[in-house]
Nanobody
Framework: QVQLVESGGGLVQAGGSLRLSCAAS????????MGWFRQAPGKEREFVAF????????SYSDSVKGRFTIARDNAKNTVYLQMNSLKTEDTAVYYC????????????????WGQGIQVTVSS
């Protein structure tokens, strides 16, 4: 069992930066693929970024590629999402998720979810 808790969200102006953190409980964290997803009001949850258990493989949605960076520190049981050049369309609730398998871009693959954290980008 893994519990995930996101932090670092908030309000930022367009063009600014935020770094989200996701702290995981449990000693098996280093074996989980981790992902970040987001959900804007009235929209479906969408994939943002993914990182393999070792950190050697990452993947991003086209909408964030080149602006966001996912990273993990297995010693700290934490995964990060560095968000730069934020746009108003990045406004959403952001969720981290853990997968006991190889992870990927589809939310249905993930076994564990955080409660979500709000990111609001103002113009």
């Amino acid at each position: 069992q893994v519990q995930l808790v996101e932090s670092g969200g908030g309000l930022v102006q367009a063009g600014g930066s935020l770094r989200l953190s996701c702290a995981a409980s449990g000693r098996a964290f280093s074996r989980y693929a981790m992902g970040w997803f987001r959900q804007a009001p009235g929209k479906e949850r969408e994939f943002v970024a993914f990182i393999s258990w070792s950190g050697g493989i990452t993947s991003y949605s086209d909408s964030v590629k080149g602006r966001f960076t996912i990273a993990r520190d297995n010693a700290k049981n934490t995964v990060y999402l560095q968000m730069n050049s934020l746009k108003t369309e990045d406004t959403a609730v952001y969720y981290c998720a853990g997968d006991q398998g190889i992870g990927g871009t589809q939310a249905r693959l993930y076994d564990y979810w955080g409660q979500g954290i709000q990111v609001t980008v103002s113009s």
